[in-house]
């Protein structure tokens, strides 16, 4: 039976939730989004579960969602409660980075579910159309992602992060165009040595995206070491 404030999906229950001030204060440190775009995303069941809360010994839910704003995904870290009366209890928002290294790494399906929950169900990301390639976009909502294997053939998708633009706003073109400039290059191994990434990675895709979406693939061929 629902109430106002759970239902439940099998054993992992679907809440009403609210922020505590620390998480608050993680969203807006580490995320582009606002407090109510990760309600949002809670308080509709967009998340995607990472545990069973009833074997945490805290009774802590893991929810997995991604920013189509930052095209990064997130972790949302909820007291869960079964009580009728009150809502579940947001602690903290992780990135997928922090919580990767606290508990292991999150598996494809749950990153491909949580970006689908994002974009309205698509299989795909779509690419941005042709007519919007002139539009300004801001600096910080561009970003590489690199897509290939682990050392033991396990997919692996990172976003690298924002490349170094010449300018706070640029078309989409122009950060396709910087990108594939092969002073790119020497970011991207910068990028990968700080976010911890095995030299034997087997790289199979470079992206640009912006605002979220992908617009381009890089041209490994010459960015990459000779």
Known sequence: MQNDFISHRGEH????????????????????????DVLDVLNTGKGVPLNDPSRHHELRAYYLFFA?????????????????????LVVTVLTQRQ?????????????????RQAIG??????????????????????KVVMTGWDCDFTPRRVVLGTPPLPHKRVTRCEAVETCNAASIWPWIQQRTRTLGIDPSFR???L??????FPVSNLAIGLCGPA
């Open 13 to 36: 229950p679907v809440l009403h939730y609210r922020l505590h001030p620390h998480a608050r204060k993680r969203i807006a440190q580490r995320t582009g989004l606002s407090a109510t």
């Open 203 to 205: 790289l199979e895709r």
């Open 99 to 115: 919580y990767e290294h606290d508990r292991g790494e999150i598996s494809s399906e749950s990153l491909s579910s949580a970006a």
């Open 68 to 88: 189509r704003c930052d095209s990064s995904w997130y972790v949302a870290v909820a007291r869960a409660s079964w009580c009728f009366q009150s809502p579940g």
């Open 121 to 142: 169900g698509v299989e795909e990301f779509p690419l941005a159309p042709p007519s919007a390639d002139r539009e300004l976009v801001r600096r910080q909502d561009v």
């Open 207 to 212: 992206e640009v995206h912006a605002c979220g």
